[in-house]
């Protein structure tokens, strides 16, 4: 929510912007502007999304960080005589406060990949008195942020410290329960993480990284998949003039969940599936035509990267 | 048609013809609408189907051998093409279409293959014609269940070819597999014939038999890059077989169990055998089991947790600067165009007060976040749960006589018991039951969107958001469950 100090800042150019749409708006439509509601729930929809940027520029700008900290000082000696002066700056210092807050929030997201949070479970019969830990995992892929993936956990065990996995949104080609079974066991004998005890331990910190290591590895294999289609001009349209070079690969797709398996299909029948381990690389690769396997093509896929197929594929064509 | 059967392992081949006159080819494209049926009649015209899908077809210049035929038949597929299309365009009933497939077009027989799309049509026409049922598949190793490292991969060729091998040799079958329009879906219809036959005979002297009834056609799912699948049950008896429903079921049953079985050995390849798990989740609702058990994000975070899982047009960015926008005002838009609509026939609403009405609405938001909306078409249609709590303290005195009766009539009800209570009485391990009595109780909801129904409760302020345990959220995604101490047993985390 928005301070109403914020208002008067915004006011000048907000305001006038909003009478001039209305104006244009009501000359543009000739029945009366009542019976048009909806015309102007996208048109402030974006005002309010027009106000909240400014708002968060003007909040978290250098200047205006100086005027709040000055505020601030001078606040602290005169709380008594806050009800006399002319304007209640409180609710601008408490948003200042939560913007410098998620500043600091987005830093770590986007610098550490891994950030936890709270949740409280609202479930009146949870366990542990409903606490939640929340895990966030935010992966970059080709210069953008994914929607990130979380995974909640909670301690359902009465008296001892074993996480375990509440609630995730991680989607079913990540391995999650065989990496939770490795590394936060739950079973007889497990030791939550700084135990003593000797047995298998929980180590949520590993147990993260390999998520992450997961998610990244999968969007990065995806990635490169479209790159291959990118690169061999699969997505676009063919062009009818026949100019330009001939087409020689037909199809490139993942061929299963985890986009481990690449399936290559050439113009001339030949079908070819790569399959490509953890780091990338290309392990194994099959490549079989109308006669027989071609070994050439098959060699040259296997020396080296997945993200290298294309490139490859292409010196032994030209 | 070949005059010698000989007994094989191999399927029914899809091009294998049903004479028109019988009356279950009458029976599957009579239940589909008019024009359902005609735009199936049009897709069996469509040359890449010619060689399962073929109509009657006589040269142009052969004399027609029959004078008075009702039905002449055409020279040319853009011919008949154009005569279907033609009635797609005018008014008509729809047993005249019927007719004039049966009769006319496709008077040498129907083929398997179009059987299975009328059939396929169908499902598509009524989504809720079929239950399915939620199953997991696990990895074996050394005889124990083990949690997937990879999710089995599906090569429909391959996956058809071992399915084959584990269906008795007594028994033939014909698969069909179909891409759902809308859902990430791989439909595979299996229909079987018990005999040990695979041509055209074995489907004509069967005739008398019920053998195409469609209890014995199964549908399997496979939703795309998900360890699950789901199986339509398919149990309810044929009515009016004239050699009584119980023989005919029972057949069905074991038929069923079978291709069940078969499932996951024909995923299963050397040095990685798979087992299939039940998962608790039967609905009539594709839509439903895809958002639950499908390859997306929202299998572990239903109910409130959704918010997690769904897209937020990019807000939920580390790159975004502004501030997340609080929870009421987000409420505020929703409401603002629902009062608009509702201000119509709810006297008793404007009676109340307005901020305890959005209290509510908020709360529901808390608990049910984005999901169980009355019109998000992701209902299940039944709930069981068995409540396991324990009797509360204050009448601690009479405890003593109401457990033995409740033994007793345990003991009594051992006769006939339907699946569903079998299914809850599963659970019921190596329970202690020493810290006191807990009665037996057992509740459905039964409705179109079951909670739906629940949210709108909490709504209108009969159930109280903030005291409502989480199972009536439908957050841990089943239709069929044990509660105990408030909270689904076997689901202290998720059922991942």
Same mark, same amino acid.
């Given at each position: 929510?928005?301070?109403?100090?914020?208002?008067?800042?915004?006011?000048?150019?907000?305001?006038?912007?909003?009478?001039?749409?209305?104006?244009?708006?009501?000359?543009?439509?000739?029945?009366?502007?009542?019976?048009?509601?909806?015309?102007?729930?996208?048109?402030?929809?974006?005002?309010?999304?027009?106000?909240?940027?400014?708002?968060?520029?003007?909040?978290?700008?250098?200047?205006?960080?100086?005027?709040?900290?000055?505020?601030?000082?001078?606040?602290?000696?005169?709380?008594?005589?806050?009800?006399?002066?002319?304007?209640?700056?409180?609710?601008?210092?408490?948003?200042?406060?939560?913007?410098?807050?998620?500043?600091?929030?987005?830093?770590?997201?986007?610098?550490?990949?891994?950030?936890?949070?709270?949740?409280? &479970?609202?479930?009146?019969?949870?366990?542990?008195?409903?606490?939640?830990?929340?895990?966030?995992?935010?992966?970059?892929?080709?210069?953008?942020?994914?929607?990130?993936?979380?995974?909640?956990?909670?301690?359902?065990?009465?008296?001892?410290?074993?996480?375990?996995?509440?609630?995730?949104?991680?989607?079913?080609?990540?391995?999650?329960?065989?990496?939770?079974?490795?590394?936060?066991?739950?079973?007889?004998?497990?030791?939550?993480?700084?135990?003593?005890?000797?047995?298998?331990?929980?180590?949520?910190?590993?147990?993260?990284?390999?998520?992450?290591?997961?998610?990244?590895?999968?969007?990065?294999?995806?990635?490169?998949?479209?790159?291959?289609?990118?690169?061999?001009?699969?997505?676009?349209?063919?062009?009818?003039?026949?100019?330009?070079?001939?087409?020689?690969?037909?199809?490139?797709?993942?061929?299963?969940?985890?986009?481990?398996?690449?399936?290559?299909?050439?113009?001339?029948?030949?079908?070819?599936?790569?399959?490509?381990?953890?780091?990338?690389?290309?392990?194994?690769?099959?490549?079989?035509?109308?006669?027989?396997?071609?070994?050439?093509?098959?060699?040259?896929?296997?020396?080296?990267?997945?993200?290298?197929?294309?490139?490859?594929?292409?010196?032994?064509?030209? | 048609?070949?005059?010698?059967?000989?007994?094989?392992?191999?399927?029914?081949?899809?091009?294998?013809?049903?004479?028109?006159?019988?009356?279950?080819?009458?029976?599957?494209?009579?239940?589909?609408?008019?024009?359902?049926?005609?735009?199936?009649?049009?897709?069996?015209?469509?040359?890449?189907?010619?060689?399962?899908?073929?109509?009657?077809?006589?040269?142009?210049?052969?004399?027609?051998? &029959?004078?008075?035929?009702?039905?002449?038949?055409?020279?040319?597929?853009?011919? #008949?093409?154009?005569?279907?299309?033609?009635?797609?365009?005018?008014?008509?009933?729809?047993?005249?279409?019927?007719?004039?497939?049966?009769?006319?077009?496709?008077?040498?027989?129907?083929?398997?293959?179009?059987?299975?799309?009328?059939?396929?049509?169908?499902?598509?026409?009524?989504?809720?014609?079929?239950?399915?049922?939620?199953?997991?598949?696990?990895?074996?190793?050394?005889?124990?269940?083990?949690?997937?490292?990879?999710?089995?991969?599906?090569?429909?060729?391959?996956?058809?070819?071992?399915?084959?091998?584990?269906?008795?040799?007594?028994?033939?079958?014909?698969?069909?597999?179909?891409?759902?329009?809308?859902?990430?879906?791989?439909?595979?219809?299996?229909?079987?014939?018990?005999?040990?036959?695979?041509?055209?005979?074995?489907?004509?002297?069967?005739?008398?038999?019920?053998? #195409?009834?469609?209890?014995?056609?199964?549908?399997?799912?496979?939703?795309?890059?998900?360890?699950?699948?789901?199986?339509?049950?398919?149990?309810?008896?044929?009515?009016?077989?004239?050699?009584?429903?119980?023989?005919?079921?029972?057949?069905?049953?074991?038929?069923?169990?079978?291709?069940?079985?078969?499932?996951?050995?024909?995923?299963?390849?050397?040095?990685?055998?798979?087992?299939?798990?039940?998962?608790?989740?039967?609905?009539?609702?594709?839509?439903?089991?895809?958002?639950?058990?499908?390859?997306?994000?929202?299998?572990?975070?239903?109910?409130?947790?959704?918010?997690?899982?769904?897209?937020?047009?990019?807000?939920?960015?580390? %790159?975004?600067?502004?501030?997340?926008?609080?929870?009421?005002?987000?409420?505020?838009?929703?409401?603002?165009?629902?009062?608009? &609509?509702?201000?119509?026939? %709810?006297?008793?609403?404007?009676?109340?007060?307005?901020?305890?009405?959005?209290?509510?609405?908020?709360?529901?938001?808390?608990?049910?976040?984005?999901?169980?909306?009355?019109?998000?078409?992701?209902?299940?249609?039944?709930?069981?749960?068995?409540?396991?709590?324990?009797?509360?303290?204050?009448?601690?005195?009479?405890?003593?006589?109401?457990?033995?009766?409740?033994?007793?009539?345990?003991?009594?009800?051992?006769?006939?018991?339907?699946?569903?209570?079998?299914?809850?009485?599963?659970? &019921?391990?190596?329970?202690?039951?020493?810290?006191?009595?807990?009665?037996?109780?057992?509740?459905?909801?039964?409705?179109?969107?079951?909670?739906?129904?629940?949210?709108?409760?909490?709504?209108?302020?009969?159930?109280?958001?903030?005291?409502?345990?989480?199972?009536?959220?439908?957050?841990?995604?089943?239709?069929?469950?044990?509660?105990?101490?408030?909270?689904?047993?076997?689901?202290?985390?998720?059922?991942?």
């Amino acid at each position: 929510m928005l301070p109403s100090t914020d208002d008067s800042i915004l006011e000048d150019t907000v305001g006038a912007q909003l009478d001039s749409e209305i104006s244009s708006l009501q000359s543009q439509s000739k029945h009366p502007l009542r019976t048009h509601p909806f015309h102007l729930t996208p048109l402030v929809l974006s005002l309010k999304a027009a106000r909240k940027t400014q708002a968060t520029t003007i909040l978290s700008s250098r200047a205006t960080q100086a005027t709040l900290s000055r505020l601030r000082a001078s606040q602290k000696p005169t709380t008594s005589h806050q009800t006399s002066s002319e304007t209640d700056i409180s609710p601008l210092l408490s948003s200042a406060t939560a913007q410098a807050a998620h500043s600091t929030e987005n830093l770590y997201r986007t610098c550490a990949g891994i950030t936890t949070f709270r949740i409280r &479970d609202p479930d009146p019969h949870a366990v542990d008195s409903g606490h939640v830990l929340g895990i966030r995992i935010d992966v970059s892929t080709s210069g953008k942020f994914v929607r990130p993936y979380y995974i909640m956990l909670n301690k359902p065990w009465a008296g001892k410290e074993l996480l375990r996995v509440h609630r995730h949104t991680v989607p079913a080609c990540i391995p999650l329960a065989a990496l939770a079974e490795r590394w936060l066991p739950n079973g007889k004998g497990a030791v939550a993480m700084g135990g003593k005890e000797m047995g298998k331990k929980q180590d949520l910190s590993r147990f993260v990284r390999a998520v992450r290591r997961e998610v990244v590895g999968y969007h990065n294999r995806i990635s490169i998949i479209k790159g291959l289609r990118r690169e061999f001009k699969l997505d676009e349209k063919v062009s009818r003039k026949g100019k330009g070079r001939e087409r020689i690969i037909a199809d490139i797709t993942a061929a299963d969940a985890e986009a481990k398996q690449v399936r290559i299909e050439w113009v001339d029948g030949r079908i070819g599936r790569a399959v490509v381990d953890d780091r990338g690389e290309v392990g194994k690769c099959v490549v079989v035509g109308e006669d027989g396997r071609d070994r050439e093509v098959e060699r040259r896929v296997v020396a080296g990267g997945m993200e290298g197929i294309g490139e490859r594929l292409r010196e032994g064509m030209y | 048609m070949t005059t010698l059967s000989i007994p094989t392992t191999s399927a029914l081949s899809s091009s294998q013809l049903v004479p028109s006159s019988h009356p279950a080819v009458h029976k599957i494209l009579h239940r589909l609408s008019r024009p359902s049926l005609l735009s199936l009649v049009l897709d069996w015209l469509d040359e890449r189907n010619q060689e399962n899908t073929a109509p009657y077809l006589i040269s142009e210049d052969a004399e027609p051998d &029959d004078e008075d035929d009702l039905y002449p038949p055409a020279s040319s597929l853009a011919s #008949l093409r154009e005569i279907y299309t033609d009635l797609q365009a005018r008014k008509g009933s729809k047993r005249d279409v019927v007719d004039r497939v049966i009769e006319g077009d496709w008077r040498d027989g129907i083929s398997l293959y179009q059987l299975a799309m009328a059939d396929m049509q169908y499902l598509y026409d009524h989504p809720g014609s079929q239950k399915w049922t939620a199953l997991k598949i696990a990895q074996l190793s050394n005889d124990e269940e083990k949690p997937l490292s990879a999710v089995p991969r599906f090569h429909p060729a391959t996956f058809l070819r071992n399915l084959q091998r584990e269906i008795l040799p007594d028994v033939k079958a014909h698969y069909n597999l179909d891409r759902h329009a809308t859902l990430p879906l791989l439909i595979l219809r299996v229909f079987v014939l018990e005999s040990p036959y695979n041509t055209s005979l074995a489907l004509q002297s069967a005739k008398q038999k019920a053998i #195409l009834d469609s209890s014995k056609t199964f549908y399997v799912a496979f939703p795309d890059s998900s360890p699950h699948i789901f199986v339509s049950l398919a149990t309810t008896p044929q009515p009016g077989g004239p050699r009584g429903p119980s023989a005919t079921t029972s057949d069905n049953r074991s038929l069923r169990k079978l291709i069940l079985d078969g499932i996951p050995k024909a995923f299963s390849k050397p040095r990685e055998r798979y087992t299939l798990q039940g998962t608790s989740l039967a609905a009539r609702n594709l839509d439903a089991l895809v958002e639950k058990r499908g390859g997306g994000r929202t299998n572990a975070a239903g109910g409130g947790w959704g918010v997690y899982a769904e897209e937020k047009n990019g807000k939920d960015n580390p %790159l975004n600067t502004q501030l997340p926008t609080p929870e009421a005002s987000i409420l505020e838009d929703d409401t603002m165009e629902k009062t608009a &609509d509702k201000t119509v026939g %709810l006297k008793r609403k404007r009676e109340e007060d307005e901020g305890i009405v959005r209290r509510r609405k908020l709360v529901a938001k808390g608990r049910f976040g984005n999901t169980a909306k009355a019109d998000d078409g992701k209902g299940i249609e039944r709930f069981d749960i068995r409540v396991d709590d324990l009797f509360p303290e204050e009448t601690a005195a009479e405890d003593e006589d109401l457990d033995g009766n409740a033994r007793d009539r345990g003991k009594k009800a051992k006769g006939r018991r339907s699946t569903i209570s079998t299914e809850l009485d599963k659970a &019921d391990d190596d329970d202690v039951r020493a810290d006191g009595w807990r009665p037996d109780v057992r509740l459905t909801f039964h409705g179109q969107h079951v909670f739906a129904g629940i949210r709108e409760l909490v709504e209108a302020g009969i159930v109280d958001g903030e005291k409502m345990p989480g199972w009536m959220t439908g957050e841990e995604g089943v239709s069929l469950g044990v509660v105990r101490d408030g909270r689904m047993r076997g689901f202290k985390g998720t059922g991942m």
